[in-house]
Antibody, heavy 121, light 107 residues
Framework: QVQLVESGGGVVQPGRSLRLSCAAS????????MHWVRQAPGKGLEWVAV????????FHADSVKGRFTISRDNSKNTLYLQMNSLRAEDTAVYYC??????????????WGKGTTVTVSS | DIQMTQSPSTLSASVGDRVTITCRAS??????LAWYQQKPGKAPKYLIY???SLESGVPSRFSGSGSGTEFTLTISSLQPDDFATYYC?????????FGGGTKVEIE
């Protein structure tokens, strides 16, 4: 079955870096755009970034632009989120999600269980 | 950026009630709207795409409607499993944006 498993979360000090990974299985990873979405404690969903199926196009939310970078390795069926210059307001559960349309970037039809990032001194 | 506004933010209802949640976009998004359900401590679950197309396996008591700037999610007869928070999301243009959520509580 289609599965997304995030890893790499943890507790990190402000200003430091962290890289999240998302291992995909059960579908043709290289055919779908992929997203990162986050949810701060007690808050709603915030879309963070998207990458096209081939990795050639990316878009980041203004709140993370210049600090976070989405990437993918289609040979490893893995999505990444490099997070630099972390701030307290980046504390959240980070979800990896698959786009619902082949070669598109639209809605998210499959979600991972999430990985928690806590930025604190 | 397109702002998505949901109302109400909280809704109290009983099993069997008909429930309607509204989502408004700050500019026209045609029908490029999805709905999600999220339960505490769980990842969101996708319900509807293109404003009114039900994902396979989603109970038929869920329905979506609307186009342009105003959309609704309706649950025709609320079931115990439906108590959750619901989010709309536009995918007309980047950045993709979510509404603030509507929590459906037991009355």
């Amino acid at each position: 079955q289609v599965q997304l498993v995030e890893s790499g979360g943890g507790v990190v000090q402000p200003g430091r870096s962290l890289r999240l990974s998302c291992a995909a299985s059960g579908f043709t990873f290289s055919s779908y755009g992929m997203h990162w979405v986050r949810q701060a404690p007690g808050k709603g969903l915030e879309w963070v970034a998207v990458i096209s199926y081939d990795g050639n196009n990316k878009f980041h939310a203004d709140s993370v632009k210049g600090r976070f970078t989405i990437s993918r390795d289609n040979s490893k069926n893995t999505l990444y989120l490099q997070m630099n210059s972390l701030r307290a307001e980046d504390t959240a559960v980070y979800y990896c999600a698959k786009d619902g349309v082949v070669q598109g970037w639209n809605y998210m039809d499959v979600w991972g269980k999430g990985t928690t990032v806590t930025v604190s001194s | 950026d397109i702002q998505m506004t949901q109302s109400p933010s909280t809704l109290s209802a009983s099993v069997g009630d008909r429930v309607t949640i509204t989502c408004r976009a700050s500019q026209s998004i045609s029908s490029w709207l999805a709905w999600y359900q999220q339960k505490p401590g769980k990842a969101p679950k996708y319900l509807i795409y293109k404003a009114s197309s039900l994902e396979s396996g989603v109970p038929s008591r869920f329905s979506g409607s609307g186009s342009g700037t105003e959309f609704t999610l309706t649950i025709s007869s609320l079931q115990p499993d439906d108590f959750a928070t619901y989010y709309c999301q536009q995918y007309n243009s980047s950045p993709l944006t979510f509404g603030g959520g509507t929590k459906v509580e037991i009355e």
